[in-house]
Structures are given as C-alpha cells and as structure tokens.
C-alpha cells in the first residue's frame, strides 16, 4: 500500500514537471522559410536517385547474403546427421555464395567501368 503511494506521489511530480515546462516550449522562436523552401528536393536529379539506389541494392544483397548464410548453417547444425536436411542446409549456403559473387561481380563490373572509360555508375552526373 505504501509502495502504491510512493509511485503514484512520482508519477504525479513527473507529471506535474513535464506539464509546467509547456509555457517555456510556446515562447521558441520559430525561423519561418518563404513557400517553397522547406526542404531541398527540387535541388535532386535523376542520376542522385540511380546512384543512390544502386549503392542500396548493394547493400541490402550483403545484407541478405549474410542472413541467408546464416541460416543456411543453423540449418546444417540442427539437421542432426539427416541427408536431406544437410543437403537443403548445403544449397541454402551455396545460393547465398553465389548470389554474393553476383552482387560483387557487378560491383567489380561498376568500377572496371570507372578505371577504364570513366564512367561512375555509382556516383552518376548527367550534363
């Protein structure tokens, strides 16, 4: 009963301190921007966005690979010793492998562009 007390009493003072602490929130200055100027999107272009994407997609397949080998090998320690379990546990982890030989592969295709002719796929400019 009088632990009840004691956190209710806390719960009314953290109560009270938030809700007195409002006034001081309404007097901020607030820097008001003319219309239009709220944020930098009409400054974006097309090869940003590709080039952003690009770099995403990269991102998100290693991360992927990373989980799928991992489950892959949970798999294959909990199979037990059964074939069919160890093999499924076999071809999860070789399908991550190759797909992260793929992801890379195309990044290596990216900056092979880079070195021979100069052309930044990641980080494209259009004139």
Do not use: C, H, Y
Not at 8 to 27: D, E, I, N
Not at 106 to 120: E, M, N, S, V
Request: hydrophobic residues 60%; glycine residues 8%.
């Amino acid at each position: 009963m009088i632990l009840k007390r004691i956190i209710k009493s806390a719960w009314t003072a953290a109560a009270g301190l938030a809700l007195s602490a409002m006034p001081v929130f309404a007097q901020k200055e607030i820097d008001l921007k003319p219309t239009g100027q709220f944020t930098d999107l009409g400054k974006l272009e097309f090869a940003d966005i590709v080039s952003k994407l690009i770099r995403f997609a990269l991102i998100i397949a290693a991360v992927v690979f990373f989980f799928m080998l991992l489950i892959g090998g949970i798999k294959w320690i909990m199979s037990g010793g059964d074939k069919g379990k160890t093999e499924e546990a076999r071809n999860q982890i070789t399908a991550a492998l190759v797909g992260l030989v793929i992801v890379f592969s195309a990044w290596a295709i990216a900056q092979l562009t880079k070195a021979l002719f100069g052309i930044d796929i990641l980080n494209l400019k259009f004139s």
